[in-house]
Antibody
Framework: QVRLQESGPALVKPSETLSLTCTVS????????WSWIRQPPGKGLEWIGY???????NFNPSLKSRVTISMDTSKNQFSLKVSSVTAADTAVYYC???????????WGQGTLVSVSS | EIVMTQSPGTLSVSPGERATLSCRAS??????LAWYQQKPGQAPRLLIY???TRATGIPARFSGSGSGTEFALTISSLQSEDSAVYYC??????????FGPGTKVDIK
């Protein structure tokens, strides 16, 4: 049974860079796409981007200029960086495993990141 | 970008009754649509993919239908544990993958 766990700072200052890591256990990186999805408090879901098992990445055009996703298969981890954050980036951030570029089969529990000085 | 809309915003249903949730896409997404259930404080859980295929471990009372731009999620006999927000998501035209705004299901 695959398990995903997000980790990283809960508080980030405006204009700084948000950094999160997702640790994957119980499953392989191969044949799957690894996404980040966020949910502002009380609101809906927004896909941020993915990295494939081959290392190719794709991003939401609305965030593309500020987002980096990378992976370290030796550690079974993939990571998210969002630069120049504002209060609008305050959200619960989820990592998720996708079956190719399709639906999201498995999700982490999510981590709340607040942007505030 | 494909815009997903969902109706109604909130649905109140008595236990044992049928609940039907609607999802509409701004252009055809073929059958490339998924449904998720999200309970308070929890991550979304995949219910349906390919518009009508139940994910592993999902009870048979959940069913999906539709193609093109019009989709439905039906809960045939509502249980108390089905109280949640339900989201649809298209994966036909991306980036970006897009979600609907959600339908909240309340138990009367």
């Amino acid at each position: 049974q695959v398990r995903l766990q997000e980790s990283g700072p809960a508080l980030v200052k405006p204009s700084e860079t948000l950094s999160l890591t997702c640790t994957v256990s119980g499953g392989s990186f191969s044949l799957y796409y690894w996404s980040w999805i966020r949910q502002p408090p009380g609101k809906g879901l927004e896909w941020i981007g993915y990295i494939s098992d081959s290392g190719s990445a794709n991003f939401n055009p609305s965030l593309k200029s500020r987002v980096t996703i990378s992976m370290d298969t030796s550690k079974n981890q993939f990571s998210l960086k969002v630069s120049s954050v504002t209060a609008a980036d305050t959200a619960v951030y989820y990592c998720a495993r996708g079956v190719g570029a399709t639906h999201f089969q498995n999700w982490g529990q999510g981590t709340l990141v607040s942007v505030s000085s | 970008e494909i815009v997903m809309t969902q109706s109604p915003g909130t649905l109140s249903v008595s236990p044992g009754e049928r609940a039907t949730l609607s999802c509409r896409a701004s252009q055809s997404v073929s059958s490339n649509l998924a449904w998720y259930q999200q309970k308070p404080g929890q991550a979304p859980r995949l219910l349906i993919y390919g518009a009508s295929t139940r994910a592993t471990g999902i009870p048979a009372r959940f069913s999906g239908s539709g193609s093109g731009t019009e989709f439905a999620l039906t809960i045939s006999s509502l249980q108390s544990e089905d109280s949640a927000v339900y989201y649809c998501q298209q994966y036909n035209n991306w980036p970006p993958f897009t979600f609907g705004p959600g339908t909240k299901v309340d138990i009367k």
